[in-house]
Every structure is written in structure tokens, then in C-alpha cells.
């Protein structure tokens, strides 16, 4: 079992910076694949970004590449989204994502991760 807690969300203007934290619980956090998902009013959940257990392999969204960065801490249970350069389409819940996987590869899908925190609103104005 795995307990996420997002913090960091907020009101941010166009053009400034936000990170985002993910803190998981557990002792075998390196044994997992993370990833950042958003979803804003009346849309569906999307994939942002993912990183895999080690930190070594990360994935993005074209709608936030070269904007966003994902990072992981192991050593902290924790992951990370930096959001430089937001846009008020950025505007949405944030929910960080994890599944029991060690591999190399990453997923993008919703369905493909089994724990979820609850998300952290992250407003852009322009």
C-alpha cells in the first residue's frame, strides 16, 4: 500500500513558477513508477508526466515539454513537478500517480496506476 499526499498548489501568474510535491508513504517508494496527472473542470484526467523508479528515465506531455520538470527523491518518498513558464490552460487539479513497476518504461494512462493522492488545485492567471 502506498499513501500520496500532494502539496505546493495554488494561484500563480502566467509566465512564473510553481513546484509541486508529491510525499508518499512507505519503504519500498524506489519501487515505483510515478507520474503527474491533471484534470480541470468538465475534462478528463490527463497525463503530464512520469518518471521511473529511479529517477533515470522521465516522460512528458508535449502540451507541458520544456515547461515542466519531474524529479524524484527517493530518499525523501518523494516526488516532484516544477511548472516554469505556466499557462492558464495549466489550470487544473493535480494528481500524482504511482504503480508498482521497476522497469525502464513508463505509463501515461490513468488506468495503468493503482494509488492516487488527492490533488492540489493549481490555478494560472493570466
Known amino acids: 500500500q502506498v499513501q500520496l499526499v500532494e502539496s505546493g498548489g495554488g494561484l500563480v501568474q502566467a509566465g512564473g513558477s510553481l513546484r509541486l510535491s508529491c510525499a508518499a508513504s512507505?519503504?519500498?517508494?524506489?519501487?515505483?513508477?510515478m507520474g503527474w496527472f491533471r484534470q480541470a473542470p468538465g475534462k478528463e484526467r490527463e497525463f503530464v508526466a512520469a518518471?521511473?523508479?529511479?529517477?533515470?528515465?522521465?516522460y512528458y506531455a508535449d502540451s507541458v515539454k520544456g515547461r515542466f520538470t519531474i524529479s524524484r527523491d527517493n530518499a525523501k518518498n518523494t516526488v516532484y513537478l516544477q511548472m516554469n513558464s505556466p499557462k492558464p490552460e495549466d489550470t487544473a487539479v493535480y494528481y500524482c500517480?504511482?504503480?508498482?513497476?521497476?522497469?525502464?518504461?513508463?505509463?501515461?494512462?490513468?488506468?495503468?496506476?493503482?494509488?492516487w493522492g488527492q490533488g492540489t488545485q493549481v490555478t494560472v492567471s493570466s
Open positions: 512507505g519503504r519500498t517508494f524506489s519501487s515505483y513508477a
Open positions: 518518471i521511473n523508479w529511479s529517477g533515470g528515465s522521465t
Open positions: 500517480a504511482a504503480v508498482y513497476y521497476s522497469g525502464s518504461g513508463y505509463f501515461r494512462t490513468p488506468q495503468s496506476y493503482d494509488y
